[in-house]
């Protein structure tokens, strides 16, 4: 074990990065409380951290080359994980959608956050491994087909939103490994023409709920949105974020969206929102720039991976964060739908928390090994 923990791992070791992801967090402990401070969502919240921080050593002494070798096997068994949600007795409903599992001892969690690791190893894996050149419309089908996989049981929970958050991870790294741009044009305009193609089927086969087609109308034509129904989470968040105003409430909980219950899910897809209120434009200007740091940290450490799977590890994890942060602070604004997609290191949730850090340790094992050969 000593030979593992050597100074020079010490010395190499990104402990600003550990420590913006570990103030976020805190920072969101705080948010957590102010949101719900008659229940225990913010204690637990402080007990995943230690638990993600206990994952995230582990993850950063190890080698990640061995893992990434081992991809394959991590992948097939988070699809067995994202399989068994669905089974009954096992897979835990919540909100009307399948997507936890229970286990003995390990007890609840959501496979789907953790199943977006070995979904990116295996893309590094394949992509990393190719020579130099643009990219064949194979190579895109095989790396299509490894988030086909996952994405597809995810569907049948079904978690739109965490469904989502599993589509940047190919687009990075498709980019990376240098894919045409006929292929790139071609991709946007048929996302043009059969997105609002498919959503209109949907409407009209009725697979697309009466709700989902509100929470689409809300953003598109905010004045005939009924604040009383389906419009409901977004008109609370923008009354909840105009609140805060500059510096926010403080602590004045006799006129709090989150306090009174008016906000939904304070604690979880509008911890945002929760922030707006309690600290206002500075409260979250400042969490935006601690964001951009860390993310800035972690493309500082792609430069410096020692290979090319490394890299593209490193991006993936990049894009995933940058898309969820973008697409949750987006729905807590109005400015896109609710799908449920929760703040990374800020929402309340064992497995979000306890993934993105797994994640993070990643990038740090990667970045102690960067004079390595």
């Avoid at 089908?141 to 996952?150: K, R, T, W």
Wanted: charged residues 15%; contains cysteine; proline residues 5%.
């Amino acid at each position: 074990m000593a030979a593992i923990i050597e100074k020079r791992n010490l010395r190499d070791f990104d402990w600003l990065t550990a420590f913006l992801a570990v103030a976020i967090v805190c920072f969101g402990v705080w948010q957590i409380y102010n949101a719900q401070p008659t229940e225990t969502y913010w204690s637990k919240q402080i007990v995943g951290l230690g638990i993600a921080l206990i994952a995230f050593a582990v993850i950063a002494i190890i080698d990640y080359r061995r893992v990434i070798d081992a991809a394959p096997v991590f992948y097939i068994f988070g699809l067995i994980l994202l399989a068994l949600v669905l089974v009954p007795g096992l897979g835990v409903k919540v909100n009307g959608q399948q997507a936890w599992l229970k286990l003995p001892i390990i007890g609840q969690f959501q496979p789907s956050e953790f199943v977006k690791i070995p979904t990116v190893l295996l893309l590094a894996k394949y992509f990393g491994a190719r020579k130099a050149g643009t990219l064949t419309f194979k190579e895109i089908l095989v790396g299509a087909g490894i988030l086909a996989a996952p994405v597809g049981l995810i569907m049948f929970e079904p978690d739109a939103g965490q469904a989502m958050t599993y589509f940047p991870l190919l687009a990075v790294v498709l980019f990376l490994s240098a894919v045409k741009v006929r292929y790139i044009a071609l991709t946007i305009v048929a996302g043009l023409i059969f997105v609002p193609l498919a959503f209109w089927v949907g409407v009209q086969t009725g697979n697309i709920k009466k709700y989902q087609i509100e929470r689409v109308n809300v953003i598109l034509d905010p004045e005939s949105a009924d604040p009383r129904g389906f419009g409901y989470h977004t008109v609370q968040s923008m009354i909840t974020v105009g609140k805060g105003g500059l510096s926010g409430i403080k602590g004045d909980t006799e006129t709090s969206q989150s306090a009174l219950k008016f906000l939904p899910e304070p604690h979880t897809d509008f911890i945002f929102a929760v922030t707006a209120e309690n600290t206002g434009f500075i409260g979250c200007i400042s969490l935006l720039l601690a964001y951009a740091l860390l993310l800035s940290r972690l493309v500082a450490g792609a430069r410096q991976a020692p290979d090319r799977a490394g890299m593209l590890v490193i991006m993936a994890i990049v894009g995933g964060l940058t898309f969820q942060i973008f697409m949750n602070v987006g729905m807590v604004l109005g400015f896109l739908p609710v799908i449920g997609v929760p703040l990374p290191l800020m929402s309340a949730g064992l497995s979000a928390v306890l993934s993105t850090f797994i994640a993070i340790g990643f990038v740090i094992s990667i970045k102690m090994r960067r004079f390595v050969n």
